[in-house]
């Protein structure tokens, strides 16, 4: 499985974005799509995950009510919108795959995107 993510930038404070990521290769008919990120000196961290049908999940408290993760299960993509936005969301960004109807944030991530660098200025 190959994901691709896109729609990173720079971005004022207050701003918006939106992030893709497709799959492509031996998808499977049941899979989950997630979404981490990891800023400058820190871990990487769960953000939004969503399964086959549309249920989703989310990290941090700080990102509830302002990111929305949703899907195209047509076009095996995943996407990340993120409105006001804050200089801590500055991170890169990177999708994830599980062989799962439902995202377990207790089972490893099977593959991973490449990261799309996200930059918040104030």
């Known amino acids: 499985v190959q994901l691709q993510a896109s729609g990173g930038g720079v971005v004022q404070a207050g701003g918006s974005l939106r992030l893709s990521c497709a799959a492509s290769?031996?998808?499977?008919?049941?899979?989950?799509l997630g979404w981490f990120r990891q800023a400058p000196g820190k871990e990487r961290e769960f953000v939004a995950a969503i399964g086959r049908n549309g249920d989703s999940t989310y990290g941090a408290d700080s990102v509830k009510g302002r990111f929305t993760i949703s899907r195209d299960s047509a076009k095996n993509t995943v996407y990340l919108q993120m409105s006001n936005l804050k200089p801590e969301d500055t991170a890169v960004y990177y999708c994830?795959?599980?062989?799962?109807?439902?995202?377990?944030?207790?089972?490893?991530?099977?593959?991973w995107g490449q990261g799309t660098l996200v930059t918040v200025s104030s």
């Open positions: 994830g795959f599980q062989y799962s109807g439902i995202w377990y944030s207790t089972r490893p991530v099977s593959f």
């Open positions: 290769g031996r998808t499977s008919s049941s899979y989950a």
